[in-house]
């Protein structure tokens, strides 16, 4: 998985070094975006099924492709963190995710510019490159965290109810950030550099590695009704066990 990531890495490394000059010409770089993303997509997707041939395969841009193996399936964003990308902002991840009869067992969160390979196996913790093992915060107290979010844009839906949770949050807490890509904000949780992050209408290729990388690192993800997170529910809360109960309390007093 590492591997895979790493290749589409590489040319969306190499892509995004010509964001700047499309930046400045008149027809700007969005189709040539969503062109590298696709091909991002294209190589993980030969990659993962070069080494294990059959596996099922949800893609971001392709969508559910079924193996014959029903049984495992991965879980893909070639680029998550795309309005970074195409804004020439540095901050953006491959995201791969293998889930097996339902359950993630390894996650693969990988920023193509830092080379920061955050990554996980059920059971076995959460690294970040060969050494590190990642631990979430251990910041307990509300006034001292550092909070990650996700602000809804043009065509999403839940604009208000998003700023009444910044309302409720806001003023409780150290700092609130939005950098744009979901897949390293739970990665971010999972290293103890985010005490916790929220975001509604996320897709299962946002969250699925992330998912393995806060629970391995000691963390707790739920839905913003305090139950187990499931793909498909509306919204994701992660942070440590002791801040969580309290962000999810303030989260809730938003209505
Ligand atoms: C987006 C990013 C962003 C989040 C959006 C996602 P994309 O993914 O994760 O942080 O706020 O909801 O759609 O489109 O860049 O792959
Ligand atoms: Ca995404
Ligand atoms: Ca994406």
Do not use: C
């Not at 995710?97 to 067992?105: D, K, M, N």
């Amino acid at each position: 998985m590492i591997d895979a990531a790493r290749k589409a890495a590489k040319g969306l490394a190499r892509d995004f070094g010509e964001i700047g000059e499309l930046q400045v010409s008149k027809k700007g770089p969005a189709d040539f975006v969503s062109a590298a993303d696709i091909k991002a997509e294209q190589v993980l997707f030969e990659a993962l099924e070069k080494a294990r041939p059959g596996y099922s395969f949800l893609g971001e841009e392709r969508g559910l492709i079924e193996g014959t193996d029903k049984s495992h399936r991965w879980i893909v964003d070639p680029l998550d963190g795309t309005t970074n990308f195409l804004h020439a902002i540095p901050h953006f991840a491959v995201n791969i995710a293998l889930e097996r009869e339902g359950t993630i067992v390894a996650a693969v969160t990988y920023n193509p510019i830092t080379h920061d390979t955050y990554w996980a196996e059920k059971g076995k913790g959460a690294f970040l490159g060969n050494e590190k093992r990642l631990r979430v915060a251990a910041r307990t107290k509300m006034d001292e965290a550092l909070l990650g979010t996700g602000v809804p844009f043009i065509g999403k839906p839940g604009h208000g109810q998003f700023l009444k949770e910044l309302h409720q949050i806001t003023q409780r807490v150290s700092g609130v950030r939005r950098f744009g890509a979901a897949a390293l904000d739970l990665a971010w949780v999972a290293a103890g550099r985010l005490d916790a992050f929220w975001e509604r209408g996320l897709q299962p290729w946002d969250t699925a590695a992330g998912l393995l990388l806060i629970t391995e690192s000691g963390g707790k993800v739920t839905n913003l009704d305090g139950g187990d997170y499931q793909f498909g529910d509306e919204g994701i809360l992660a942070a440590n066990l002791e801040l969580h109960p309290l962000v999810l309390e303030k989260l809730q007093a938003a209505g």
